[in-house]
Nanobody, 124 residues
Framework: QVQLVESGGGLVQAGGSLRLSCAVS????????MGWFRQAPGKEREFVAA????????YSADSVKGRFTISRDNAKSTVYLQMNSLKAEDTAVYYC?????????????????WGQGTQVTVSS
């Protein structure tokens, strides 16, 4: 059984930074493509960023490009989301997800395993 546990969320002022972590256990981490998604109240879950198995390829939503960076440490079985220049509209529950395929996709339905989510609140 694969388990994903997010951490690092919290309350931050606009313009500030947070780093989210997602620790994965249960299977070989390097076999998974990883993604971050978020869901704000009353909105659908949306793609934020994704990273290939090796970490050599990353993808980001237009809304976070230049501000958020996804990375992974396969030795630590952990994926990160560094969030800088945070805005009030970044407020959401952030989820990490794992996909058992080499193909990196940005749709939530393509991911097989999910964490419980961590709240990020940006005050303006």
């Amino acid at each position: 059984q694969v388990q994903l546990v997010e951490s690092g969320g919290g309350l931050v002022q606009a313009g500030g930074s947070l780093r989210l972590s997602c620790a994965v256990s249960g299977r070989t981490f390097s076999h998974y493509t990883m993604g971050w998604f978020r869901q704000a109240p009353g909105k659908e879950r949306e793609f934020v960023a994704a990273i290939s198995r090796s970490g050599g390829n990353t993808y980001s939503a237009d809304s976070v490009k230049g501000r958020f960076t996804i990375s992974r440490d396969n030795a630590k079985s952990t994926v990160y989301l560094q969030m800088n220049s945070l805005k009030a509209e970044d407020t959401a529950v952030y989820y990490c997800a794992a996909r058992t395929s080499i193909v990196v996709l940005t749709t939530s339905s393509a991911y097989d395993y999910w964490g419980q989510g961590t709240q990020v609140t940006v005050s303006s």
